[in-house]
Each structure stands twice: as structure tokens, then as C-alpha cells.
């Protein structure tokens, strides 16, 4: 899967998108600043969330009243209509991210949204947890030949298996992410261990992560069961007015999640085991040699009293003890010798070669 100029899979860096949905509180310079916060944390995209209110909702959704701490409105219609950002702050967000060389796309609410959205080229679009089960929407998206990265919260696994048969043959540029929605999520309701199956069941598609969870140790775990992209809400200040701060990430927490997944992914390696240079001298210290156990006589044939393990490493390795036995020693032998194949007689396999 490709995402701007970003390749996404097995053999890169986890993909870490900055969900910033409304934490911007309808100011553009908020949002600007959350970009740039999460451009400095080491993210590579940030998203925004994209409706089409007075389609999306019905009249009693819209008009209801909306009165509490982090409303924006008097009604759910005005305060979602507050957060809306429209053309011209979108064509100046997405100015300032190809500024900053971050990728910037928003999750598509409705047909509208995703019409809105694919007249500014966006890179990619989010399909929220929500509309796991809108087929049509899904389908309509598809079509617009993007990469799709789909949210499966609230669901089982017959309802993203419905998605994914949607989509897949309009569209393979497709990543699916585990996600619990609850806002926080509770650790014992994450089912990372679903990461895998949807590997297993989805092998056409990226599996992914969206971190609904307080904290940045769970996507690390999650990159290990092979999750490629990783949602997390973020912001400025989690004591902000509006529902989704209170389980976002500040900067300093998304430049630690960055900053770990980067080191994880370096970390695995290739499944090769090697030896590193960084590793040659201190296995010489802690690692043992045949040594000589007593003084002996040049002559002397060597049995298993005649030899100790000892520190450092460096000399005949103690699991060829039994190439040493039997062999004669060519030379007088010290305690706490060295042994040698220079100072001992050729095995009898050796002599019987020759």
C-alpha cells in the first residue's frame, strides 16, 4: 500500500497517523499547529474529519439541544457546523502539510464529504468505525481509486469481512484497523490478537491499529502483531474543551509513541540471527576456553581431567572438548594454558585422512 510517497508494509517503518478530527476546536491556527506539533513528534500524516451536517444527520439529530461542557452550540447542528472547516481553510491546511512534508487526508462521513475531499486530491480517505457496515459509501469511495484505510470498531467479523468484499474488487489499495470503539478504550477490550486474524483473513489488505486507548505502549505491541498503520487521536492540551481530548496524545506522548515504534520496527531485524561487532569483545570476556587444568608432559595424552572451562573466550571453544580428548600434547603443558590445536598431536580422523 502506498500513501503519498510512502510505501507501507512488512519491510517499513510503521505508518502513524495524527488523528486530529476536531481537536481544533473550528480554529484553523489551532489546527495548523497540531499539524506542525505532529510533523515535530515524527508522525507521518495528520487527518481531519469531513461531514456534510444537514445531510448527514436527521432534522431531530441536528436541532436537538446540545448543552453541556463541550458544546459548541446550542444545538448537535450548530456545534458540529462550529468544527466544520470548508474549502479555504482545507486548501491552506493542505498547503501548510505539503509545506511541512506531512500527509494530510480526512475521514469521509457521507458522499458529500468524499466529493469534497477528492476535489482537493487528497492522498488517501478514512472510513470511520461507524460506517463499517454503509456499502454503498464504502463502495462510492472505492471508486474514487484512493488508498482506503477502514476503522472496524463496534463490529464482528462478519461485518468487516462484508466490507472488505466490497471494496477489494474495486478498489486494493485497502488497509483495515483493529479498533475498539470506546473513547477511552479499556485495555481488556482492545483484542490485539484480531491484528492477526485480519492478516490471516485479509492477506490483500494492510492491517492496522486505531489506539482509542490511554497511553503509547499498546501500538508497539500492535506493530508486533503486524499492524502497519497506527491511528492515534491527538492534541494540544488534554484538558481542552471537547470530548475527544481527554484520550489524545499530547506532543511529547506522540513523539514517545513515534520515537518507540521507530526502534521496535528497527529492532525486529530480518530473522537472521547474526553476530554484531558490537557483540565480539564483550562474548570474548564472558565466554570460556579449553584450559589447561594441570602441568603436564610433553607426551601426555589428555583426558577429561586434564581440561577445565575457563573465562575469556578467544581459544578452543568448549563444545570442541571432544576433538581435544585423546590427542597428545607435542610440548610440556602449564595450569591455566590455553589449549591449542598447535600444541597437540592430529586426531586420529586426522591421521586416518592423511
Not at 456545534?79 to 472547516?85: A, K, M, T, Y
Not at 493542505?94 to 469534497?116: E, N, P, V
Not at 483493529?178 to 492477526?196: K, M, R, W
Request: hydrophobic fraction near 40%.
Amino acid at each position: 500500500m502506498k500513501i503519498g510517497t510512502r510505501e507501507i508494509g512488512d519491510r517499513t517503518p510503521c505508518y502513524v497517523i495524527a488523528e486530529i478530527g476536531h481537536n481544533h476546536q473550528g480554529s484553523v491556527e489551532k489546527a495548523r499547529e497540531l499539524f506542525r506539533e505532529a510533523k515535530l513528534a515524527g508522525a507521518h500524516a495528520v487527518k481531519l474529519q469531513k461531514r456534510d451536517n444537514r445531510a448527514l444527520y436527521t432534522r431531530a439529530a441536528y436541532n436537538r439541544p446540545y448543552d453541556n461542557e463541550n458544546s459548541f452550540g446550542a444545538t448537535y447542528g450548530e456545534h458540529r457546523e462550529f468544527l466544520e472547516f470548508g474549502v479555504a481553510e482545507y486548501t491552506g491546511l493542505q498547503a501548510y502539510a505539503k509545506d511541512l512534508g506531512i500527509d494530510f487526508f480526512s475521514t469521509a462521513f457521507d458522499m458529500a464529504s468524499a466529493d469534497f475531499l477528492e476535489t482537493l486530491d487528497m492522498p488517501a480517505y478514512k472510513i470511520a468505525s461507524g460506517d463499517l457496515k454503509s456499502i454503498p459509501l464504502l463502495q462510492y469511495v472505492a471508486r474514487l481509486g484512493k488508498p482506503m484505510i477502514v476503522s472496524t470498531g463496534g463490529a464482528v467479523l462478519d461485518d468487516v469481512q462484508r466490507a472488505y468484499d466490497a471494496i477489494m474488487p474495486i478498489n486494493p489499495q485497502l488497509a483495515i484497523l483493529q479498533c475498539t470503539a470506546g473513547y477511552p478504550a479499556a485495555f481488556e477490550e482492545l483484542d490485539l490478537c484480531v491484528i492477526s486474524t485480519y492478516r490471516e483473513r485479509f492477506p490483500g489488505a494492510v492491517a492496522g491499529f486505531s489506539s482509542h486507548d490511554n497511553g503509547i505502549a499498546m501500538p508497539v505491541a500492535a506493530f508486533m502483531l503486524g499492524a502497519r498503520i497506527v491511528e492515534k487521536h491527538f492534541t494540544l492540551n488534554r484538558a481542552m474543551k471537547g470530548t475527544d481530548h481527554a484520550f489524545s496524545l499530547e506532543p511529547v506522548g506522540l513523539r514517545k509513541m513515534v520515537r518507540d515504534l521507530d526502534r521496535t520496527f528497527k529492532a525486529m531485524g530480518n530473522g537472521v540471527k547474526k553476530i554484531y561487532e558490537s557483540e565480539k569483545a564483550p562474548i570474548v570476556k564472558m565466554g570460556k576456553s579449553l584450559v589447561v587444568a594441570r602441568d603436564l608432559s610433553a607426551g601426555h595424552v589428555l583426558g577429561p581431567e586434564d581440561i577445565v572451562m575457563k573465562s575469556p573466550g578467544g581459544g578452543i571453544p568448549p563444545y570442541d572438548l571432544d576433538k581435544v580428548l585423546g590427542r597428545v600434547a607435542l610440548k610440556p603443558l602449564h595450569e591455566d594454558d590455553f589449549l591449542s590445536y598447535d600444541v597437540l598431536s592430529k586426531s586420529s580422523a586426522e591421521l586416518t585422512r592423511s
